[in-house]
């Protein structure tokens, strides 16, 4: 967090006069990088102050958004830690930063239900939606690692696999015109590009991943007609259902 917190002072200085992440940042754009508000910043700030500075008891009172504000911090460093960038300081590191993670979830929890007992429901929805935009803004500006790895939260099978989909929907976007196809819309598309990659799992399967590897554009192609084929007879369908009702 207080990485954060002097990122964002350094960034102010600068006076905003970019709209983009830092030329440091990772190499991987995000298409979404959320909005600024200060107000997420403020509590971040809120909740390093309260955590460096304890109180004689030792004990820290949170409200839900500064624990997030910890669970986000925690997560950052232990990333920066995963990636080399910092020494763990202790011997059991990680058991210890899942231990502290599960601790600061019981109270985001609890945060959150005397926040939703005192304001409503409503009004933690709307709060919420705030504070995850504002985040998404702090991780692309401020928590974008320096070196090749992905920003954080887009490591593992999963984020690989939502690249992966992504990159298919758009050429799938530019590609199905050129031949003739109307494009479904978003939705329908990303379903039918998730289908084609399970197509394209049990191809492997079946025929090997060095086969796969050496005939890629038997797998490439496998997958293009698979979300071809169902566009095609969707609109077979669509032109059949019209056909019918105008008669």
């Known amino acids: 967090m207080r990485h954060i917190v002097t990122a964002h002072s350094e960034w102010e200085q600068r006076g905003k006069e970019s709209c983009s992440p830092p ?13 600024y508000n ?3 910043l403020a509590i971040i700030a809120r909740a390093l102050e309260k955590t460096t500075i304890a109180s004689d008891t030792r004990r820290v009172h949170l409200d839900v ?19 080399g960038h910092m020494e763990p300081w202790l011997r059991n590191h990680s058991c210890a ?36 935009q504002g985040l998404r803004f702090v991780r692309s500006f401020f928590l974008s690692c320096t070196c090749r790895h992905p920003p954080f939260g887009e490591t ?6 939502k690249r992966m989909v992504a990159s298919w929907v758009e050429k799938f976007r530019l590609e199905l015109p ?15 590009v998730k289908r084609a990659l399970r197509s394209g799992r049990r191809f492997i399967d079946y025929y090997g991943l060095k086969t796969a590897r050496d005939h890629h554009d038997l797998l490439h192609e496998r997958i293009w007609n698979f979300v071809a ?6 609109r077979k369908k669509d032109g059949l259902s019209r056909s019918y009702l105008s008669k």
Do not use: Y
């Open 229 to 234: 084929d169902r566009c095609r007879r969707q």
């Open 65 to 83: 958004f500064e624990s997030s504000a910890c669970v986000v911090g925690l997560r950052a460093t232990q990333t920066m830690v995963r990636h």
């Open 178 to 192: 050129a031949a003739g196809i109307e494009v479904p819309p978003e939705a329908q598309l990303r379903d039918l």
């Open 38 to 40: 200060p107000l997420v």
């Open 97 to 132: 930063v899942q231990r502290l993670l599960s601790k600061l979830e019981r109270t985001r929890k609890r945060g959150k239900t005397a926040f939703i007992r005192l304001h409503g429901s409503a009004a933690f929805t709307v709060s919420s939606q705030r504070w995850q």
């Open 156 to 161: 593992g099978t999963r984020g690989r696999r």
């Open 23 to 35: 030329s440091s940042t990772s190499p991987h754009n995000r298409k979404d990088e959320g909005e």
